[in-house]
């Protein structure tokens, strides 16, 4: 059962750059063994609410809360410190180096001391074959490049890679946008395999399709303005693509195509009429 504080809270968030307003009076928290997808359109908000969240920026009003505290991350390291790790769309791996290398890129295990210390091969070799198994990829070769893998498996190589090294928050920027439906669903699979592990997931994403099947809680960005947090239960897939999608502003589109559809039936009818008597008179 998920603990009802939150792990990690927005609180009144607001970011400008200058005089634009990227997000403005933002707030939404993200619990333990649920996920939260945060869901809008291009120039919503998203990428720059993660950058806020994963210490890229820090918010020019309003404030971060983990488990209740106020904190401020002052760089990205402070964040990944703090337990929350982001996965971004370039995955942060080189594809022509090896997968056990990446999967420990920056933390590479070692062997040895002084100046005979090298890269332990043989455990990064175990531990990243035990931690693939575990999402079911089975690997030939652990030095195979990145690169061979589908992007489904790339991205749930960099989502076990953020499990591995103790995430509590795992924040995922539209990890399925350049996927096809199996590869998806993959990928899928994985973040609810990391729900059950009790961590808090975010799950940036534009496809109403994939939050619905896999979220907990949704909020929705328009403009860098929130239109709500919503459960599960609350609201439904079409509700959810509506608010997406703009709302009023559709309906006001769809009036003036039905308008601009009577006038033209209108037009298209007097010149029938009008054809028809020429003929007539002739």
């Known amino acids: 059962m998920a603990n009802d504080t939150p792990l990690m809270e927005a609180r009144g968030v607001s970011k400008y750059f ?7 009076d933002i707030s939404m928290d993200v619990k333990a063994g649920q996920v939260t997808c945060l869901l809008g359109d291009n120039g919503a908000g998203k990428s720059t609410l993660i950058k806020i969240f994963s210490g890229v920026h820090q918010p020019t009003k309003g404030a971060m809360a ?4 106020e904190v401020r991350f002052d760089s990205p390291r402070d964040a990944i410190d703090r337990g929350i790790a982001t996965v971004f769309q370039d995955l ?7 997968i056990s290398r990446n999967f420990f890129i920056g933390r590479e295990p070692t062997t040895g001391v002084g100046p005979f210390k090298r890269f332990d091969v043989k455990k990064a070799d175990r531990i990243t074959r035990e931690e693939l198994d575990k999402i079911g990829i089975t690997l030939r070769d652990t030095t195979q490049p990145v690169s061979t893998l589908s992007g489904g498996e790339r991205q749930s190589v960099a989502i076990a890679r953020a499990v591995y090294f103790g995430a509590k928050i795992l924040i995922l920027d539209e990890p ?15 973040i609810n395999r990391t729900r059950q592990q009790g961590i ?10 994939h939050a619905y099947v896999i979220g907990d ?66």
Do not use: C
């Open 200 to 209: 808090g997931v975010v799950f940036i994403t534009h496809s109403v399709h």
């Open 92 to 98: 942060a791996m080189i594809p022509l180096m090896g």
């Open 217 to 282: 809680r949704y909020t929705v960005l328009s403009h860098g303005h929130s239109l709500g947090s919503y459960e599960k239960g609350e609201v439904s897939m079409a509700e959810l693509e509506k608010l997406m999608a703009g709302g009023k502003e559709l309906e006001k589109l769809e009036d003036e195509l039905q308008g601009s559809g009577a006038t033209n039936g209108a037009s298209n009818e007097a010149a029938r009429s009008e054809g028809s008597t020429s003929e007539t008179v002739g």
């Open 66 to 69: 983990l488990d209740g505290e």
């Open 18 to 24: 200058g005089r634009v307003i990227a997000l403005e």
């Open 176 to 190: 399925t946008s350049a996927l096809g439906v199996k590869q998806s669903a993959m990928v899928l699979r994985y």
